[in-house]
């Protein structure tokens, strides 16, 4: 692919991905033109391309639009595509480039030459009766766009800042083939049937109201019935393994947080601090200062430890609201979240039990799809993390040591570490988007030294405990997105909110039909009861489709006139025919089994 760099030189690209994100990268100037050519008035800030697309900032002034609008945006693209205009770069000095953007109504261009360098040289490119600021390198002609598709709007601030004017962000992608442009579109909508904010608005699992607050999910019946269930099967895991488990305030001191280091390392991701009584008060980001107190209420032995610490706990941080989605990213949520209080003689073993127990919770989900990392500090970093040297250079080798010696592959990444020690970061691969980190396992040196956590050795001497911070599922919250995307809403018997639907054929078996709902509801089941004046089919087709309930009873005449019942599976359009006790005994089990 032929390019043009913003000194005039033309060359060739032949690395796929910089060719990807150069086309991209002439797909949003492409489209500024074709909106500059529809919407005059329209005013640019920033276009670049990302690793999904490309978008635009713009501001519309008094003119309001719409993904309706996008079509039509589209179109004009097409025309300036097909207007092949060669694609020239220039650069002019920062007081003559201010003079053309001024002359061009470009305020926000203006102000960005602002922020550069005074003896900066800005460069720009040009297509037709188009000029936009931008250092390249770009395609050498607009009919080298050959795949391109406008994805929707969003709202953005001028320089992600809220104190200023919120912008129009114009979303879009483009590839080099038409081919690859129309699998990606398929693997969209294929992300859009899966969206658990969809399927949870569908299935009555949670909601969102913003009078309420940004990011604040609120669980429903049914959505918090598949939450204590994770909640309960975690839990019993965890005691299996000899967790002890605590509830703790969902908010602490300041003091607090700035002896943990979270004040000075983590206070742009909380909430702000709130007085009452001469005190100062933030909702907690995370449970470990309140776990390492808990740790600090008695004195311990070295016969005490390990000492395994667990909560599924109330957190809240302050996430900027374009990264919010769902229950997958909120600024509520609630940590499968434990404190291992353990000797340095104890690291492996512990490290191990997390690990076993980490891939013992994904056999169960059936998840396979996953890589393991080393996350690791960047030593260049002087603001993210705890500064001691020695106490890193021990942690990170102490954790992939053990990491090495239990056979884990793994790769390592620097600048991902906690701010207090390195951490195993387990990232799973869902069926749609990016990989996301269910699980860690971080070691931590730092936070018990900086609590002032002792216990007594075989010797006598009062030593310092290592913690081992780990989340099994996450959060409760990320991890039944994260289900809900995987299976469509279809969770398996024992997650489902509703695990049997009773539907009778018509008014006249209400008596057999409540009858079998009674025992259902006896025997321990989820059911429900569809006693509506509706067509068996429509009553079918809600089961199936909208609440995704894995059987439907179906009572008719020939079922009351036996005493049997007709199954129907979730999947399937053919009916079994078993009798109430068996069917029970069947049910029972799936869900004893979590099969």
């Known amino acids: 692919m032929k390019i043009i760099y913003n000194n005039g030189q033309v060359g060739e690209i032949e690395n796929a991905e910089e060719e990807l994100h150069i086309l991209r990268h ?16 329209a005013d640019f800030a920033y276009g670049p391309a990302n690793e999904k697309g490309f978008y ?43 003079k053309l953007m001024q002359e061009r109504g470009e305020k926000y261009k203006v102000e960005h030459i602002g922020d550069l360098a005074p003896d900066a040289v800005i460069s720009f490119y040009q297509q037709g009766e188009y000029i936009d600021m931008c250092v390249g390198p770009h395609l050498t002609y607009t009919k080298a766009l050959k795949a391109f598709k406008l994805l929707g709007l969003s709202g953005a601030y001028w320089k992600n800042d809220s104190n200023n004017r919120m912008l129009t962000r114009i979303k879009g992608t483009a590839f080099k083939t038409a081919q690859e442009l129309e ?21 009555s699992l949670f909601m969102t109201d913003d009078l309420v607050g940004k990011g604040l999910p609120m669980f429903l019946p049914k959505g918090y019935i598949v939450w204590q269930e994770l909640e309960n099967y975690i839990k019993e895991k965890e005691r299996a393994l000899g ?53 600090a209420n008695r004195a311990h032995s070295y016969r005490d430890l390990p000492i395994r610490i667990g909560e599924i706990a109330h957190d809240f941080r302050f996430e900027a609201s374009g990264t919010l989605k769902g ?7 609630c940590q499968n979240d434990a404190h291992l209080f353990v000797t340095p003689s104890q690291i492996k073993d512990e490290v191990s039990k997390v690990v076993d127990l980490i891939f013992d919770v994904y056999k ?46 793994f790769t390592e990444e620097i600048g991902e570490a906690a701010f207090y020690g390195p951490k195993l970061d387990v990232n799973v691969k869902p ?28 010797d006598g001497e009062r030593k310092t405990p ?39 054929v018509s008014e006249r078996f209400s008596e057999y039909s409540e009858k079998v709902y009674d025992a259902l509801v006896a025997a321990g089941i989820r059911a429900e009861l569809d006693d509506r004046n509706e067509k068996i089919g429509y009553m079918i087709r809600e089961a199936q489709v909208v609440d995704r309930v894995p059987y439907m009873i179906i009572i008719g005449q020939k079922e009351v006139d036996e005493g049997n019942i007709s199954i129907r599976l979730r999947d399937n359009t053919e009916t079994v025919t078993m009798n109430v006790d068996e069917f029970i005994e069947k049910v029972q089990g799936e869900i004893r089994n979590r099969k």
Request: aromatic content about 10%; proline content about 5%; hydrophobic content about 40%.
């Open 327 to 333: 229950i997958e990213r909120g600024r509520h949520f």
């Open 243 to 295: 967790y002890q488990h605590v509830l703790t305030p969902c908010v602490g001191t300041v003091d607090l947080y700035r002896t943990s280091g979270h004040w000075e390392h983590y206070k742009n991701n909380m909430f702000p601090a709130m007085e009452v009584e001469g005190e100062s008060f933030v909702l907690r980001p995370m449970n470990c200062p309140h776990h390492m107190m808990i740790y």
């Open 183 to 203: 699998a990606y579109m398929a693997e969209l909508k294929e992300a859009e049937l899966r969206d658990h904010r969809r399927i949870g608005r569908e299935m």
């Open 364 to 409: 169960d989900f059936g998840i396979t799809n996953y890589r393991c990392v080393l996350s690791l500090r960047d030593p260049e970093d002087k603001v993210k993390y705890h500064q001691d040297d020695e106490m890193w250079n021990k942690a990170e080798s102490a954790l992939r040591e053990v990491l090495t010696q239990l056979g884990i592959d």
């Open 431 to 458: 069926a749609i988007g990016a990989e996301i980190t269910l699980s860690t396992c971080q070691l931590d040196f730092c936070l018990p030294a900086k609590f002032d956590l002792k216990y007594t050795d075989s």
């Open 56 to 98: 635009y900032d713009v501001d519309f002034g008094d003119t309001k639009i719409s993904d309706e609008d996008l079509p039509k945006i589209e179109e004009e693209m097409r025309k300036i595509i097909k207007e092949n205009l060669p694609i020239k770069p220039f650069v002019l000095p920062r007081e003559e480039a201010i």
């Open 26 to 41: 002439s797909a949003a100037h492409i489209m500024a033109q074709a909106i500059k050519r529809l919407y005059p008035q």
């Open 466 to 504: 290592v913690v081992l911070h780990r989340a099994i599922l996450g959060s409760l919250d990320r991890f039944m997105a994260y289900i809900i995307e995987e299976t469509k809403g279809k969770f398996p018997v024992w997650l489902a909110p509703t695990q049997v639907k009773v539907l009778r």
